[in-house]
C-alpha cells in the first residue's frame, strides 16, 4: 500500500459526502462536502457553507493525489 492509498487528509476530498444545513427559509438542506454552495431546492436561494482548510491548501503531492479535476474545483471556489 502506498502513501497515497491512506492519505487521511485526501479522504474527504475523493469521498465527497452529504452535509446538512439550514437556508434562509428555515429548510434544512443538503449540501455536499466538496461544495461552497448549492441552491436551496424549496426557495432557489444559494445556500454558503464555509470550506474548512484541507491539505490542499498546504501538501506540494495534493494535485497528484487527489487529481487534477478535485484540485481546481478546489481552488476556483476559493477565488470567489
Known amino acids: 500500500m502506498s502513501f497515497f492509498d491512506s492519505c487521511p487528509g485526501s479522504k474527504r476530498i475523493k469521498e465527497p459526502f452529504p452535509e446538512n444545513n439550514t437556508c434562509g427559509c428555515g429548510r434544512e438542506i443538503e449540501i455536499w462536502s466538496d ?7 424549496h426557495c432557489k436561494k444559494k445556500v454558503n457553507r464555509v470550506m474548512p482548510k484541507t491539505c490542499l ?7 497528484e493525489c487527489v487529481g487534477d ?3 481546481r474545483k478546489h481552488f476556483k471556489q476559493k477565488e470567489v
Open 35 to 41: 461544495e461552497e454552495e448549492t441552491a436551496c431546492p
Open 57 to 63: 491548501d498546504w501538501c506540494g503531492m495534493a494535485r
Open 69 to 71: 479535476d478535485k484540485f
